[in-house]
């Protein structure tokens, strides 16, 4: 039954009989009409993340109310007050848009109209990432390495560490360089929401300090063994690469990374014979010396 006026008499009537209206007998029992339901509002956090843990707390409660109904959609409680008006520690374990209602009771057993709220619970970004080397052998120290994320997203940024392995930031394909030995590499992504993943990989380079050198190459112009070079994996830091003939005068001289003689000097080829290499790099933490001789064949 419903009353839809405070104003006038309102009262129930029950009228008992047999259909013959001298038989009939009526009872009557007046209603109050109370002129306000009661109120409340709360509030929740609009956009969240999964597994975010948020207070649902009222903001403004009416007179005369004692009794509280909550429904979460289907979230998991972390933790309420005693009271049943909150607050609560709320999260939600999948994303998805949810509905969060209260119905309020007051004393004199009047419900509320259920006040209803959403919050959106965004999905965590994906922070999986793949490790590209430069080269298919072993992964060395200084090497240059490409790093790229499994989402491309211009909406989010990307933080890379340990931040000494990266000339820059906040891309989702970068370069960089292993400069120790056993190190974590950590992407993290953060959306718009401010919703965050981080996953790591252990990338464990050797030093890879030997550097070969060939007993001869053949200057001639073929496209084969043209040019004298140290052999090596990863990258060397050179101080010194010096080549000098018998009679101890330096034909060739370089502090490349990744020096290389044709076989003259001055623009002059060097005769056939013997000649002696003097060589100095960097490579784990350490400089490291060599010498050796090579054979010069036309």
Request: proline share 7%; charged share 15%.
């Amino acid at each position: 039954m419903f009353y839809d006026t405070v104003t006038g008499n309102n009262y129930v009537m029950l009228t008992v009989g047999d259909g013959y209206a001298p038989c009939n007998v009526t009872d009557t029992i007046p209603m109050t009409v109370y002129i306000n339901s009661p109120t409340a509002a709360f509030y929740v956090k609009p956009d969240i993340c999964v597994g975010d843990t948020v207070t649902i707390a009222l903001t403004s409660i009416g007179a005369g109310v004692t009794d509280y109904t909550w429904n979460f959609g289907g979230s998991t409680m972390v933790a309420a007050s005693s009271n049943h008006g909150g607050p609560f520690l709320v999260s939600w374990p999948n994303p998805g848009v949810y509905s969060v209602s209260l119905t309020v009771i007051s004393n004199l057993l009047c419900p509320s109209v259920p006040i209803i709220d959403t919050v959106d619970v965004h999905a965590l970004p994906d922070a999986a990432f793949d490790v590209v080397p430069m080269s298919t052998g072993a992964l060395c120290l200084e090497d240059s390495i490409l790093f790229k994320a499994h989402l491309n997203n211009p909406n989010c940024y990307y933080l890379w560490q340990p931040l000494h392995c990266f000339n820059n930031n906040d891309k989702w394909e970068i370069w960089g360089k292993v400069e120790q030995g056993r190190t974590d590499i950590t992407l993290t992504v953060t959306d718009p929401f401010g919703c965050k993943a981080t996953t790591s990989q252990p990338l464990n380079p050797d030093a890879c300090c030997t550097v070969l050198f060939p007993n001869a190459f053949t200057p001639n112009g073929d496209g084969h063994n043209d040019k004298y070079r140290p052999i090596f994996n990863g990258y060397h830091n050179f101080h010194e690469f010096r080549i000098v003939n018998r009679w101890g005068q330096t034909v060739f001289e370089s502090a490349n990374s990744y020096p290389e003689w044709d076989g003259t000097f001055n623009g002059v080829a060097q005769d056939m014979g013997t000649y002696y290499y003097f060589i100095s790099y960097d490579c784990g933490g350490n400089t490291i010396e060599a010498k050796g001789d090579l054979t010069l064949v036309r």
